[in-house]
């Protein structure tokens, strides 16, 4: 009898239990879904820009090659950390700005949270005082 009521109790908390991978889909598809788009993206900037780079070595009749003085690397480097430097940069300066100075209104700025909590600090106040009239 303990047997089967521990069995019932394991199958039920298998049911329950959706696994790791939708664990993970569930606590992480965010950060899932911008990685792949990272490497997606990352994996597109390299081929372009090895055609890109092809091309204009072809163009000034010079042989491409990866690695060297003027190897592809040097060309992909360039561009994608010129790239990464203005991207990264802007969103740096919103999510700290955000994050630390106010635009009165605005959702993202923290004086509506502020605001928030002193008006649900002064709503429970005048419950309270409603509740001890009573």
Do not use: C
């Not at 990352?42 to 070595?57: E, K, N, P, R, S």
């Not at 090659?65 to 003027?70: H, I, K, M, R, Y």
């Not at 630390?100 to 928030?116: A, C, P, T, V």
């Amino acid at each position: 009898m303990a047997a089967s009521s521990a069995s019932t109790a394991r199958t039920r908390k298998q049911a329950r239990d959706p696994g790791l991978a939708r664990r993970l889909w569930r606590d992480y598809s965010l950060s899932i879904v911008v990685g792949l788009l990272f490497l997606g993206t990352f994996v597109l900037h390299t081929i372009f820009g090895w055609w890109q780079y092809a091309a204009d070595q072809a163009a000034q009749g010079q042989q491409p090659t990866v690695f060297g003085d003027s190897g592809y690397v040097i060309y992909f480097g360039e561009w994608t950390f010129q790239n990464w430097q203005s991207e990264f940069l802007e969103v740096f300066v919103l999510i700290v700005a955000t994050a630390y100075l106010i635009h009165k209104g605005s959702h993202e700025s923290k004086d509506g949270e502020d605001e928030m909590k002193a008006s649900l600090a002064r709503i429970e106040k005048q419950l309270k005082d409603l509740s001890k009239d009573a």
